[in-house]
């Protein structure tokens, strides 16, 4: 479902010259209204060991999520440092016009950024609901804001062209750091936006 999703959002954002937020924020907004529907707007429980087993498993004391969450960012990082696909995208997001000039498909290169990430955030979904073991239309609400703050605190430009997975790791770790400590302090995070 996350990589159909990316797909959609990348034909509308390339092909159909949709702006990128405004995308995102209508396939998010669609999703979740499919999500209350199809739930009827009740949390469900997953009681299959072995589905929630993907997001509560441990091999000698390592969370099983931090092992994903470091096979995507070496996934990722390979993908934008040490392929012809990620030297586009950086050509890409630097200068688009400049970037067809140079005989980079620019629409399909797009698309394909989208996809990748509709695909790991379907996986970050799967993963979330095993680790809960429930799944709700509500459960991903918000995370939208904490990933675009972690990036851009990581240093990635919001017109493209710069940032690294270095950095934005540093900024999920910063936005992380500051959301359990207020959480700690008993302190409710929403109440501060």
Request: hydrophobic share 50%; charged share 10%.
């Amino acid at each position: 479902v996350g990589l159909i999703i990316g797909l959609i959002n990348g034909f509308s954002v390339a092909y159909l010259g949709i702006p990128a937020f405004i995308a995102t924020l209508a396939t998010q907004s669609i999703g979740r209204g499919f999500t209350e529907i199809l739930s009827g707007g009740v949390s469900i429980r997953i009681r299959n060991d072995s589905y929630t087993s993907l997001g509560t498993a441990s091999f000698d004391g390592i969370s099983i999520i931090v092992i994903y969450a470091a096979a995507a960012l070496f996934v990722t990082w390979l993908l934008l440092n040490k392929t012809r696909f990620g030297q586009y995208l950086f050509a890409i997001g630097g200068n688009q016009l400049a970037a067809r000039y140079s005989g980079i498909n620019v629409k399909k290169f797009r698309m394909i950024a989208f996809v990748y990430g509709g695909l790991l955030s379907g996986l970050g979904g799967l993963i979330w609901s095993a680790r809960l073991g429930s799944a709700a239309a509500t459960l991903g609400a918000g995370f939208e804001m904490d990933a675009i703050a972690s990036v851009v605190i990581g240093g990635t430009s919001m017109s493209g062209g710069v940032g690294t997975v270095g950095g934005t790791l540093i900024g999920v770790l910063i936005i992380g750091v500051l959301n359990n400590g207020l959480n700690l302090m008993g302190i409710n995070t929403p109440m501060i936006s």
